[in-house]
Each structure stands twice: as structure tokens, then as C-alpha cells.
RNA sequence: GCCGAGAUAGCCAAGGUGGUCACGGCGGAGGUCUGAAAAACCCCAGAUGCGUGUUCGACUCACGCUCUCGGCA
């Protein structure tokens, strides 16, 4: 298996198409983006041409039931208005890989959400529990200090183990009081978790992988480039056609930056420069976090581009 | 040229009888991360246009200068 993650706007796909070749390997997206159905533009879903070759003609030309092979694995897997989290990202990855180990291929995992990644190389704890959505509306409208209390009174424990960031994170907080009130809950988890589920022992990793910029000004010069780019391309017109087939805002599939901005600007609420404007600073400010938080990956080689 | 309004961090911006003054937001630096992650959150740095005066003390008051905006000419 061969694994390229780093920060956006840095090549990843291209490298990858690369050592697809080499490796007679196929691509497996783990960007939690482009995992959307109708997300294309933006999430920079678009390949180059030869790899559209791999398009099965739909059969017998009739209309396309056909799931779309872009030439990646794992794009367009729920619609825009559909929850999707790591966990469900591994649920969907294993059968994808094993469907790969069964026809000789090499996996190539390409994508920028460490957070998958870490999850499927390195497994979840096993004493978590699933999303439990009607519980998260109640607690969503709860202030931060009636989310820390209420977690004290269940589990103490936890709390003290969460770090300065997370005791006041209402959404790593809410996470925990979902994990300590549901009915298999552990009263008293270990400090750093429980045991997490190896999920990947089958594959060794033969290339990991992480593209960076060396240059910080280089990174923004490069994201307007290509918000200009995209731009051109049609993303205000494919966000006024999700928003015309019924997606809202509020959809976790367009609390996405460049959709978030766009959408603003078409309420009215952003001038076209402002809309543009953070659009460019989103996606700098979220290539530095992604480089922060891989960066304590050690099994990462970076490339300095 | 005259009248009025204003000049507070890279940008936007609040303030008060003169008392270590200096709210916020954006942007910037660094960080957190085990089922929402292109999310959510933590944290750090940085400012009173220039000069003179009044005063124990001026960002705040007075005068002058420079600049900006609006109006008159």
C-alpha cells in the first residue's frame, strides 16, 4: 500500500497518478470532501483526461446507474446532506481494499484529512460509541460551562484528561458526554483511551508520503491561483445548482471552504471580493493546520515542494 | 480659501469627569485533535498622526501642523 497525504494544493493526485503507473496501483480518496457526491469544482475533484479512460461506458447506454469511477475510489460515496465520519471513511475503505488485494492492484491512498488516515492506520478506540444525533440537538444548544459540568458529573475522569483546548471545545465535549451516556459506555476508561482496533496489519505501508511547502508565501500564491482557476471554472454556477437541487447551508456537505463563501455571497451577505477574499484565507489557515497536525506523524517522508 | 467631521495595531473598530487606560472582530504566529475534521477549539504578538502647552499625571483638555472625508466657494 502506498499512502500520499500533505497539505492541499500540493500535487497529492498528480504524484499519485505517478506511482500508479510505477506500481500498477489504483487511487483511493481520503479526502472527507470529495467523499460528496455533486462537491466537484471546488474540491478540486476534476483529473486529467487519461484517467477518465477508466470510465465504464454505462452500459449499453442507458442512463447512468452506474457508480462513477472517476479513476479514484471513493469519491462521490453520500450527498451533500448525508453525516459521514472517519469511522464510517474505514467502514467504507476496507472492502474497497481488499476488492484491490483481490485483483493484484496496489492501493494508493490520496488525500488531506489526517484524521481518516489516522483512524485507518492507526484504529479507533474500540470503547466509543456511534453519533447519537437527537442527544448532540440537545446538547448543541447548551453553553460550554453547563457542557463541562455535566460531563464532571458523569465521568469526572474524562474531563481531567482533556486537554486546556478540548475542556473548552463544546464539540469535543459533547463527544464525550455522548460516549459516557450511551448504554455500553465504560464507567471509567483509561486515561488514554482504550485499546484501538488495528485496522490496517494486512497492508504494509511500501511509501508514506507527505507533500508540504517549504515557502509559506509560495502555499498562498499558489491557493489564489488556483481559487481563480476554479473560479473560471464554474464554481459559483455548481454551488447555485446544489443549492437549486435543495441542499442548504446548514448540510454537512457545504460547510466546505469556497461553499461556505460562495453561499454568502450569493444571500448577499459577502461582495464578490470579500466571498474571494476568504475563500484564499480558509483554505491557507486550513493547509497550516493540516501541516500541524500531521506533522506528530512520524512514519511520514516529507517532500518539500 | 472657508466651514464641518475625523485621524486608535497590517485592516475594521469601541471607549471614558484627564489616573498603570486601551473592548471587540479580521488578518498574522504557534498549538489542540480517537465516530462532525475543508469541522470545532486553544493560545500569543501588536496601536493612541506630529508638535507645543495646561497638569503631579494626557489617548482623553487647549493651540498649531500634517493628512483624510464631506459641504461651501
Same mark, same amino acid.
Given at each position: 500500500?502506498?499512502?500520499?497525504?500533505?497539505?492541499?494544493?500540493?500535487?497529492?493526485?498528480?504524484?499519485?497518478?505517478? =506511482?500508479?503507473?510505477?506500481?500498477?496501483?489504483?487511487?483511493?480518496?481520503?479526502? &472527507?470532501?470529495?467523499?460528496?457526491?455533486?462537491?466537484?469544482?471546488?474540491?478540486?475533484?476534476?483529473? !486529467?483526461?487519461?484517467?477518465?479512460?477508466?470510465?465504464?461506458?454505462?452500459?449499453?447506454?442507458?442512463? /447512468?446507474?452506474?457508480?462513477?469511477?472517476?479513476?479514484?475510489?471513493?469519491?462521490?460515496?453520500?450527498?451533500?446532506?448525508?453525516?459521514?465520519?472517519?469511522?464510517?471513511?474505514?467502514?467504507?475503505?476496507? $472492502?474497497?481494499?481488499?476488492?484491490?488485494?483481490?485483483?493484484? @492492484?496496489? $492501493?494508493?491512498?490520496?488525500?488531506?484529512?489526517?484524521?481518516?488516515?489516522?483512524?485507518?492506520?492507526?484504529? %479507533?478506540?474500540?470503547?466509543? &460509541?456511534?453519533?447519537?444525533?437527537? =442527544?448532540?440537538?440537545?446538547?448543541?444548544?447548551? /453553553?460550554?460551562?453547563?457542557?463541562?459540568?455535566?460531563?464532571?458529573?458523569? *465521568?469526572?475522569?474524562?474531563?481531567?484528561?482533556?486537554?486546556?483546548?478540548?475542556?473548552?471545545? !463544546?464539540?469535543?465535549?459533547?463527544?464525550?458526554?455522548?460516549?459516557? &451516556?450511551?448504554? /455500553?459506555?465504560?464507567?471509567?476508561? $483509561?486515561?488514554?483511551?482504550?485499546?484501538?482496533?488495528?485496522?490496517?496489519?494486512?497492508? !504494509?505501508?511500501?511509501?508514506?508520503?507527505?507533500?508540504?511547502?517549504?515557502?509559506?508565501?509560495?502555499?498562498?500564491?499558489?491557493? %489564489?491561483?488556483?481559487?481563480?482557476?476554479?473560479?473560471?471554472?464554474?464554481? %459559483?454556477?455548481?454551488?447555485?445548482?446544489? =443549492?437549486?437541487?435543495?441542499?442548504?447551508?446548514?448540510?454537512?456537505?457545504?460547510? *466546505?471552504?469556497?461553499?461556505?463563501?460562495?453561499?454568502?455571497?450569493? @444571500?448577499?451577505?459577502?461582495?464578490?471580493? @470579500?466571498? %474571494?477574499?476568504?475563500?484564499?484565507?480558509?483554505?491557507?489557515?486550513?493547509?497550516?493546520?493540516?501541516? *500541524?497536525?500531521?506533522?506528530?506523524?512520524?512514519?511520514?517522508?516529507?517532500?518539500?515542494?
Amino acid at each position: 500500500m502506498i499512502v500520499i497525504t500533505g497539505q492541499t494544493a500540493t500535487g497529492k493526485t498528480k504524484l499519485a497518478l505517478e =506511482l500508479a503507473e510505477k506500481y500498477n496501483g489504483e487511487l483511493v480518496n481520503f479526502d &472527507s470532501r470529495q467523499i460528496y457526491k455533486y462537491l466537484d469544482i471546488i474540491t478540486g475533484k476534476d483529473l !486529467p483526461s487519461t484517467s477518465e479512460v477508466k470510465d465504464p461506458p454505462a452500459g449499453g447506454g442507458k442512463t /447512468s446507474e452506474v457508480i462513477k469511477f472517476k479513476g479514484v475510489w471513493l469519491y462521490d460515496v453520500v450527498t451533500p446532506d448525508q453525516y459521514f465520519s472517519s469511522y464510517d471513511f474505514v467502514e467504507k475503505l476496507k $472492502p474497497v481494499i481488499e476488492d484491490l488485494k483481490k485483483r493484484g @492492484k496496489t $492501493p494508493i491512498l490520496v488525500g488531506g484529512t489526517y484524521l481518516y488516515l489516522k483512524h485507518f492506520l492507526y484504529g %479507533i478506540d474500540i470503547n466509543n &460509541s456511534p453519533p447519537n444525533f437527537k =442527544l448532540r440537538e440537545k446538547l448543541n444548544t447548551m /453553553s460550554v460551562v453547563d457542557l463541562q459540568k455535566k460531563l464532571i458529573s458523569l *465521568t469526572p475522569n474524562v474531563f481531567e484528561n482533556m486537554n486546556h483546548s478540548d475542556q473548552l471545545n !463544546p464539540r469535543r465535549l459533547i463527544r464525550k458526554i455522548e460516549i459516557a &451516556s450511551s448504554t /455500553s459506555a465504560v464507567k471509567d476508561p $483509561p486515561a488514554g483511551g482504550g485499546k484501538t482496533a488495528e485496522v490496517n496489519k494486512d497492508w !504494509p505501508i511500501k511509501l508514506f508520503i507527505g507533500l508540504r511547502y517549504q515557502d509559506k508565501s509560495k502555499l498562498r500564491q499558489i491557493i %489564489i491561483k488556483r481559487v481563480e482557476e476554479r473560479l473560471k471554472n464554474g464554481a %459559483i454556477d455548481e454551488v447555485k445548482n446544489i =443549492l437549486k437541487m435543495g441542499y442548504k447551508v446548514s448540510d454537512p456537505g457545504l460547510k *466546505t471552504i469556497g461553499y461556505t463563501q460562495i453561499i454568502k455571497y450569493l @444571500k448577499k451577505e459577502f461582495t464578490k471580493e @470579500k466571498a %474571494i477574499e476568504d475563500w484564499i484565507n480558509k483554505e491557507v489557515q486550513y493547509a497550516k493546520r493540516q501541516l *500541524t497536525f500531521m506533522k506528530k506523524d512520524k512514519n511520514i517522508s516529507w517532500k518539500d515542494i
